[in-house]
């Protein structure tokens, strides 16, 4: 559909767009677009104002020093929970914050962040209520995302007595989060990428994020070269 037979008119990519996505999705992608590029302006003159070359500086250098690991959940924004400006933070999301050996974007970002970035540190990051994590506790949807959640679904195989011994079914979700965050370190610390001689020097931690208070809890699953990981860490 273009731009001429739907009655509206405007820039080419408009018309461009709408044959691509059709009328409907074109005009609500723009109203919404709109808000958030003012938002935009806003906040990048803020900054400008509050931090003047603050742009400029970012441009000529990025060297964060953490790679964050964590969910997709839009409740989890990795650099406003822990207070970090843009270029302080190298981050990976997706769904259950899972670092899969056979995923090429997760070890890619880890190369990248380890070899090109030199981070110095590694934090994976769950959250208690984390819808990925739920799922691997119910039955199977017979979505897409079933093939994903399945890597949750073994975790909670592996540690099926101590999932159970739970006294609720919030508790036992609770639980496979932190479960799951300690088995991520595990596949980080495992990576091939974390064994070469800069990667060992990388440390990495185990947190989980309650939605509840905002608040991060260690969960005590801090690695370095001399400290292998365990799941009693978290005890
Ligand atoms: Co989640």
Not at 150 to 161: G, L, M, P
Request: charged share 25%.
């Amino acid at each position: 559909m273009s731009s001429t037979n739907s009655g509206m008119s405007g820039p080419q990519w408009f018309s461009t767009s709408e044959r691509l996505l059709g009328a409907r999705s074109t005009i609500t992608a723009v109203s919404a677009a709109h808000d958030l590029l003012a938002k935009n302006r806003e906040w990048a003159a803020r900054t400008e104002r509050e931090n003047p070359g603050f742009f400029t500086n970012l441009v000529h250098q990025q060297r964060p020093r953490y790679l964050w690991i964590g969910c997709s959940d839009s409740r989890v924004p990795a650099n406003q929970i822990v207070g970090l400006r843009p270029g302080e933070v190298f981050v990976h999301r997706n769904v259950a914050n899972l670092v899969v050996h056979s995923d090429l974007n997760a070890v890619s970002v880890l190369d990248f962040a380890v070899n090109a970035l030199e981070v110095e540190e590694i934090i994976v990051c769950g959250h208690y209520g984390c819808g990925g994590i739920e799922a691997a506790l119910a039955p199977e949807s017979g979505r897409t995302y079933d093939h994903w959640i399945r890597h949750v679904r073994d975790i909670a195989k592996f540690y099926r007595e101590d999932i159970d011994s739970q006294p609720s079914r919030a508790a036992k979700e609770r639980r496979l989060c932190e479960l799951n965050v300690v088995v991520q370190c595990v596949h980080v610390r495992e990576s091939p990428v974390l064994r070469t001689p800069a990667g060992r020097k990388v440390k990495v931690h185990g947190w989980i994020y309650d939605l509840a208070d905002g608040l991060l809890r260690d969960l005590g699953a801090l690695v370095d070269s001399t400290r292998p990981i365990a799941p009693s860490c978290m005890d």
